[in-house]
């Protein structure tokens, strides 16, 4: 199946954050939830956990990531990996505008936002 990123619209997550899904169980996908964001200087996702592992790869800017209490800056062409269960979460430390692209190994994506609950469910069939 072809995916044309550009012919899907960007959402707005939460403010200054806008995501675009490129795939998910949504269209098609079975084992894979992929997307970008665009996140303005300051905002970010806060602390959440995911049941299966995450890839968040910085394509332009610069991130503050965590997993628990460990931090590290992340750059232009790095990426970092969550291991399933872990608590993380990222912000703009820059000046600009922050382009990640992140890869969950589920067609749906499902957060449990720290503190909460209930996990938060998107891009379902």
């Not at 996702?45 to 931090?71: D, F, Q, Y």
């Not at 800056?73 to 990640?100: C, D, E, I, Y």
């Amino acid at each position: 199946m072809l995916i044309d990123p550009s012919t899907i619209p960007l959402e707005e997550w939460r403010p200054g954050v806008k995501t675009r899904m490129v795939t998910s169980a949504r269209n098609g996908a079975t084992a894979l939830c992929i997307f970008e964001q665009w996140v303005d200087p300051g905002a970010g996702a806060p602390t959440h956990s995911h049941t299966v592992e995450e890839v968040l790869t910085v394509r332009a800017g610069e991130a503050e990531m965590w997993i628990e209490a460990r931090r590290i800056t992340v750059t232009a062409g790095q990426a970092l990996l969550v291991p399933a269960g872990h608590k993380h979460g990222f912000r703009n430390s820059g000046a600009t505008m922050l382009h990640v692209h992140a890869v969950l190994a589920s067609p749906v994506f499902e957060m449990l936002p720290e503190g909460a609950s209930e996990a938060t469910r998107r891009w379902e069939r």
